[in-house]
């Protein structure tokens, strides 16, 4: 039988209390969360994610705070908007505890004093707004309230990081009256963009109206100069062959004169065969009759001409040794 004297015993008592110690005196904070150690019941200290230690018998950890993103549902309320409309409104806030002192000392139930604060902002926002307003601008409802809760926020060490409307539900009532103002405003615009495409469509037929009478006018404006540069290049033509004529007839070429006259007694014997509403036309069959109208010609241009003047293109067309015989 072994005898442990005083000095074994106390050995291991010591021992054990160091054992002791260090299984008190150890802890392991998980990531995502931080501790708070008090001294004698006041704060000391926060601890941080991963190995901490504390002095056992003498601190102890106060408060395990979550300092992870966290989501506070906001229950469905009634609030009362500026023009006296009741809605209903859910919504969810979001938020992150960056003071882990604070949010476990400065506020009692982080959770619940957020979900009120919330609640009551909430309210003050819609009875600062209109109906209309309140349903278009869910955007500009979240910024207010986000704005002012992360400010009431702040002194418990939280920072509020989104609010977020979920539904806004107006009265039955309320909601037929709008239902049928949409319909009518839908019907309104279909029969204004109806009018603007009849509107349009009746423009654009005018405009391509305009553009083909501009086009004919421009058409027939060309064609009449065509047609007035043919007249006056003809009628110079026809005036140039009757000065040469004229010339040739000045000197005594009777041939040129039966040539200008047996042309237009041709031509007006042409246009009276072309004529629409001739019946009969009577011209010269054989050529003879032909030849024997040019001599009657020829006999009434030695009538205005004279003697003399025939005679004197005879002569010219006498050769020399027929005078000379």
């Known amino acids: 039988m072994v005898v442990m004297s005083g000095a074994n015993i106390a050995i291991l008592l010591l021992v054990g209390i160091v054992i002791l110690g260090l299984a008190f005196g150890v802890r392991t904070v998980p990531q995502g969360y931080n501790y708070t150690v008090e001294r004698f019941g006041r704060y000391s200290r926060t601890l941080s994610a991963g190995l901490g230690l504390i002095v056992p018998f003498f601190d102890r950890i106060g408060h395990k705070v979550n300092v992870m993103e966290q989501v506070l549902d906001i229950p469905s309320q009634e609030a009362i908007t500026k023009d006296n409309a009741g809605v209903r409104i859910d919504a969810a806030a979001?938020?992150?505890?960056?003071?882990?002192?604070?949010?476990?000392?400065?506020?009692?139930?982080?959770?619940?004093?957020?979900?009120?604060?919330?609640?009551?902002?909430?309210?003050?926002?819609?009875?600062?707004?209109d109906l209309d307003q309140l349903l278009s601008h869910r955007d500009e409802i979240n910024e207010r309230l986000l704005r002012v809760m992360d400010a009431a926020a702040s002194p418990w060490g939280v920072k509020v990081t989104r609010i977020e409307i979920r539904d806004i539900l107006p009265p039955a009532d309320i909601a037929g009256?709008?239902?049928?103002?949409?319909?009518?405003?839908?019907?309104?615009?279909?029969?204004?963009?109806?009018?603007?495409?009849?509107?349009?469509?009746?423009?654009?037929?005018?405009?391509?109206?305009?553009?083909?009478?501009?086009?004919?006018?421009?058409?027939?404006?060309?064609?009449?100069?065509?047609?007035?540069?043919?007249?006056?290049?003809?009628?110079?033509?026809?005036?140039?062959?009757?000065?040469?004529v004229s010339e040739a007839i000045s000197k005594g070429d009777i041939q040129a004169a039966n040539f200008l006259i047996a042309e237009r007694y041709t031509d007006a014997l042409k246009a009276i065969a072309s004529s629409h509403n001739s019946k009969v036309v009577i011209v010269p069959i054989e050529a003879a009759a032909l030849a024997g109208t040019v001599g009657g010609i020829a006999q009434l241009t030695r009538a205005v001409f004279g003697e003399e003047a025939v005679a004197t293109r005879r002569a010219g067309s006498v050769p020399p040794s027929g005078r000379n015989g």
């Not at 002192?101 to 600062?128: D, F, H, P, W």
């Not at 009849?198 to 006018?217: C, D, M, N, V």
Request: proline share 0%; aromatic share 4%.
């Open 177 to 244: 009256a709008m239902n049928r103002q949409m319909k009518a405003e839908r019907e309104k615009r279909a029969a204004v963009l109806e009018a603007e495409g009849l509107r349009q469509a009746e423009i654009l037929k005018a405009e391509g109206q305009k553009q083909s009478q501009i086009l004919a006018a421009e058409g027939r404006k060309e064609a009449a100069f065509r047609d007035a540069e043919a007249r006056e290049r003809s009628a110079q033509a026809e005036a140039s062959a009757t000065a040469m």
């Open 94 to 129: 979001f938020y992150q505890v960056l003071d882990a002192a604070k949010a476990s000392y400065e506020v009692s139930s982080l959770g619940q004093a957020l979900m009120i604060l919330t609640m009551t902002n909430i309210r003050t926002v819609v009875g600062s707004m």
